[in-house]
């Protein structure tokens, strides 16, 4: 099981960014799939929740602002981030919700007051 997030970078707040997670070895439809995000010193975090169902779930602090989808095509979950805040910046993750280990290398966003 590979998986790759990609998409970040820097913005300025009130800006937007789309994350994605391209997948190998593993059907996503067939997964419960989430998104993590860590700051330095701190654990990593589930912001982001997407049953193989649909059903979709958030972390308070991006609940309204923060959107989960999969492309079952492309194999690939995405994590939509609107209005963006500079305490959304950090290194973001995806992994199915069964494992928390192999976290990959994620992606750094960047959100700049």
């Known amino acids: 099981v590979q998986l790759q997030a990609s998409g970040g970078g820097l913005v300025q707040a009130g800006g937007s960014l789309k994350l994605s997670c391209a997948a190998s070895?593993?059907?996503?439809?067939?997964?419960?799939m989430g998104w993590y995000r860590q700051t330095p010193g701190k654990e990593r975090d589930l912001v982001a929740s997407?049953?193989?169902?649909?059903?979709?779930n958030y972390a308070d602090s991006v609940k309204g602002r923060f959107a989960i989808s999969r492309d079952d095509a492309k194999n690939t979950v995405y994590l939509q981030m609107n209005s963006l805040k500079p305490e959304d910046t950090a290194v973001y993750f995806c992994?199915?919700?069964?494992?928390?280990?192999?976290w990959g290398q994620g992606t750094q966003v960047t959100v700049s007051s």
């Open positions: 997407l049953t193989s169902r649909g059903s979709t």
């Open positions: 992994n199915p919700l069964w494992r928390q280990s192999l």
């Open positions: 070895g593993i059907i996503l439809r067939d997964n419960p």
